[in-house]
């Protein structure tokens, strides 16, 4: 069954240092990868995505990800934090294996980002 | 530009009441999903729709139905509600998958619902 990990609850990082958050995923087929980030009160938005090609995919606010197929990893990075990227985050997958699953999206628990002044 | 519209934002029900969340989308989308978001736990999968007329249960279905009579609307049922059903529902939509270009979700704002 495919599945979404995400070992960190909470990651707290100084405004400034580079930041990461940890992704890592289980499915039958080829993956499709996501990100999303979700701000108190509002639903979550798109950040990222990673369909096929390069393994190092950007996206908004400065975000990046780097597909690791190997180590079924997908791990959301930036250089220099800022603290307005505190929010929480969600790493989703979409198995493009059997009909029955790729039509669902399976997200992650979310990890809790603060970055502090 | 309204995206995904989510009715109510806020509701408290009583053990046994019966009540309905409306989805609403503009952006004629074919995919569209109901999840719960608990602490801890992430989304999970309630029901989902491929188009108009279809439905399909997700991961936790058990305690709802759903309804898609029309594209653009996704309605959530809670026949008889109970205090485990206490959460917070997000409603999400997405253009039709193509395995080459796969579109991400638009969520709405969700609906806060608290069962006593």
């Known amino acids: 069954a495919q599945s979404v990990a995400q070992p960190e609850d909470q990651v707290n990082v100084a405004e400034g240092n580079p930041l990461t958050v940890k992704c890592t995923y289980s499915?039958?087929?080829?993956?499709?990868l996501f990100w999303y980030v979700q701000y108190p009160n509002r639903g979550l938005q798109f950040l990222l995505k990673?369909?096929?090609?390069?393994?190092l995919v950007k996206g908004s606010y400065g975000f990046e990800a780097e597909f690791n197929k190997s180590q079924t990893s997908f791990h959301l990075k930036k250089p220099s934090a800022l603290v307005s990227d505190s929010a929480l985050y969600f790493c989703?997958?979409?198995?493009?294996?059997?009909?029955?699953?790729?039509?669902?999206?399976?997200f992650g628990p979310g990890t809790s980002l603060s970055v502090i002044p | 530009n309204a995206g995904v519209t989510q009715t109510p934002k806020f509701r408290v029900l009583k053990t046994g009441q019966s009540m309905t969340l409306l989805c609403a989308q503009d952006?004629?989308?074919?995919?569209m999903y109901w999840y719960r978001q608990d602490p801890g736990m992430g989304l999970r999968l309630i029901h989902y729709?491929?188009?108009?007329?279809?439905?399909a249960k997700g991961e936790v279905p058990d305690g709802y139905n759903v309804s898609r009579l029309k594209k653009q609307n996704f309605l959530l049922g809670l026949e008889s509600a109970a205090p485990s059903q206490t959460s917070v529902y997000f409603c999400?939509?997405?253009?039709?998958?193509?395995?080459?270009?796969?579109?991400?979700?638009?969520f709405g704002d969700g609906t806060r619902l608290s069962i006593l």
């Open positions: 999400a939509s997405s253009s039709q998958t193509d395995p080459l270009e796969d579109q991400p979700q638009h």
């Open positions: 499915v039958s087929g080829n993956p499709y």
């Open positions: 990673y369909i096929t090609g390069d393994n």
């Open positions: 989703a997958v979409r198995d493009m294996g059997p009909k029955t699953s790729y039509d669902k999206v399976i």
């Open positions: 952006m004629n989308h074919e995919y």
């Open positions: 729709s491929v188009g108009e007329g279809t439905t």
